[in-house]
């Protein structure tokens, strides 16, 4: 009972005394570099309350959605078509590894001379990075179907919409979903990336003049920010997951 109570109260006492912490530690701090965080609080709160959040945090999230949502249907669509068929996935296979590994950081200048500064280019470069996670899970996933249900379907002589939709979609999900995961770390990171390098607007951005400006407290709003985003994002995935996974889990 002791250890039940433990279990749920740690994910609850490890951010306090971590907040605690930092706030004690920071209190008397002259460092520039490092200011209280009692000031940085205010400062996220002058900021990202009402001030800054539409001219910010808004084209931040339009472009994290729409890269992410990209990367979702384009990597579990591609990745079913090419789990299907094992000939064309063993011939891709060295060009897909190729990808995976090639860092979409790298490719921010040739993407801003190409498309330009602007949203455009930070949708494509998220999709980019972000779209591999989910489109290697699912072919893996699509791929580790039963074979009794490869029988099944071609004793019954199912229709090729509902063996994908009903048999295999829902076989390879879990997998699908640990590629979600991965992508939604990668698009938010990439996010970031784009922000410094091809923005006007966004809170990489806002964390990079910062920055420039020696402006520490609202450096360090913005970067927590980013970090609340990020955990809030994983959240709601995991909500969606668990219950899109309910029957999985039921018959664990």
């Known amino acids: 009972m002791k250890k039940g109570i433990l279990w749920i109260l740690l994910p609850i006492v490890l951010p306090v005394s971590l907040f605690l912490a930092w706030w004690i530690s920071s209190a008397n701090a002259?460092?520039?570099?490092?200011?209280?965080?009692?000031?940085?609080?205010?400062?996220?709160q002058?900021?990202?309350?009402?001030a800054l959040?539409?001219?910010?945090?808004?084209?931040?999230?339009?472009?994290?959605?729409?890269?992410?949502?990209?990367?979702?249907?384009?990597g579990v669509s591609g990745g079913v078509i090419l789990g299907l068929n094992q000939q064309i996935v063993s011939a891709l296979d060295p060009v897909l590894q190729f990808f995976r590994y090639l860092p979409a950081v790298a490719l921010l200048p040739l993407a801003i001379q190409l498309i330009g500064i602007g949203m455009d280019m930070r949708i494509a470069i998220i999709v980019?990075?972000?779209?591999?996670?989910?489109?290697?899970?699912?072919?893996?996933?699509?791929?580790?179907?039963?074979?009794?249900?490869?029988?099944?379907?071609?004793?019954?002589?199912?229709?090729?919409?509902?063996?994908?939709?009903?048999?295999?979609?829902?076989?390879a999900a879990p997998q699908i979903f640990a590629g979600i995961r991965a992508c939604l770390a990668v698009a938010v990171i990439l996010m970031f990336a784009s922000e410094l390098m091809g923005s006007s607007r966004g809170i990489?951005?806002?964390?990079?003049?910062?920055?420039?400006?020696f402006a520490m407290p609202e450096m360090w709003s913005g970067m927590i920010l980013l970090g609340?985003?990020?955990?809030l994002l994983n959240v709601a995935l995991m909500v969606i997951e668990r219950r899109a996974l309910s029957w999985h889990q039921k018959t664990r």
Request: a negative charge; proline letters at 6%.
């Open 30 to 44: 002259d460092s520039i570099f490092f200011p209280p965080l009692q000031i940085i609080l205010d400062r996220f």
């Open 46 to 50: 002058e900021l990202w309350l009402f």
């Open 53 to 74: 959040f539409g001219e910010h945090v808004i084209p931040s999230l339009l472009a994290l959605g729409v890269g992410l949502s990209l990367s979702i249907v384009i």
């Open 128 to 171: 980019f990075g972000a779209l591999w996670p989910v489109l290697l899970n699912t072919i893996e996933g699509v791929r580790s179907v039963h074979p009794s249900l490869v029988d099944v379907a071609k004793s019954y002589q199912i229709r090729m919409r509902d063996w994908i939709f009903r048999m295999v979609l829902p076989s």
């Open 204 to 213: 990489g951005y806002f964390i990079l003049e910062a920055q420039r400006q």
């Open 228 to 231: 609340i985003v990020g955990y």
